[in-house]
């Protein structure tokens, strides 16, 4: 059972559009988060990382953390066609280890 | 910069053969992983290993082996390849500093035939 849940699956944006993507924790423990990146023939690379409660901008990038509802957000502004790519949220679990979400595929139209 | 190496890129083995991948970095990162990735899946961890003499098992570690041979080198070995069986192995290093973010390789592709 995924301890870290993401959705929407997939999602087409067009350029120029704000992409949305989601993370729900089950286990209320989980209060540190990452968020990565990952193109097509690579390994994933780390966006950013979000522990505190609110919003943390990096720029086109927000990442929003709801410790009370166990909700995390990655926010793309202007996306552009090289955003186009496997997006996954990690939880830290304690121990140096890190649980990761299925992952969303997001698709930027040009 | 550092850099993380996996090899071989592509590894097409047979049914109940052995199979070994291995990971190299050079950041001097205390901390190695060893990830499977299936489509739909996201990534689980099979090894990973916190200092150089350490070895930890994940949540997939059943039909795996891996080794920590120095601080920069992490082997991972598939005891018996199914039939069949297609998927990405992922290497990646870390500090040894809580909630550090992991550096990844670009992977190691299996398929068994």
């Known amino acids: 059972q995924q301890k870290v849940q993401q959705s929407p699956e997939s999602l087409s944006v067009p350029e120029g559009g704000m992409a949305s993507l989601n993370c729900t924790s089950s286990?209320?423990?989980?209060?540190y988060f990452w968020w990565y990146r990952q193109h097509s023939g690579e390994g994933p690379k780390a966006l950013m990382?979000?522990?505190?409660?609110g919003d943390k901008k990096e720029g086109r990038f927000t990442a929003h953390l709801n410790k009370a509802s166990l909700h995390v957000s990655l926010h793309i502004r202007d996306s552009q066609p090289s955003d186009s790519a496997l997006y996954f949220c990690?939880?830290?679990?304690?121990?140096?280890?890190?649980?990761f979400g299925a992952g969303t595929r997001l698709k930027v139209i040009a | 910069g550092g850099i993380i190496t996996q090899t071989p890129k592509f590894l097409i083995g047979q049914e109940g053969q052995k199979l070994t991948l291995k990971c190299q970095q050079n950041?001097?990162?205390?901390?190695m992983y060893w990830y499977r990735q299936d489509s739909g899946k996201g990534l689980r961890l099979i090894y990973y290993?916190?200092?150089?003499?350490?070895?930890q098992k994940g949540d997939l570690s059943e039909g795996y082996d891996a080794s920590r041979e120095k601080k920069s080198s992490f082997s991972l070995t598939v005891t018996s390849a199914q039939k069949n069986e297609m998927a990405v192995f992922l290497c990646?290093?870390?500090?040894?500093?809580?909630?550090?973010?992991?550096?990844f390789g670009s992977g190691t592709r299996l398929l068994v035939i």
């Open positions: 290993s916190i200092t150089e003499n350490d070895l």
């Open positions: 990382s979000i522990f505190s409660d």
């Open positions: 990690a939880a830290y679990t304690g121990n140096y280890k890190y649980v």
């Open positions: 950041f001097n990162h205390d901390t």
């Open positions: 990646a290093s870390s500090t040894a500093i809580a909630n550090s973010d992991y550096t």
């Open positions: 286990d209320r423990n989980f209060q």
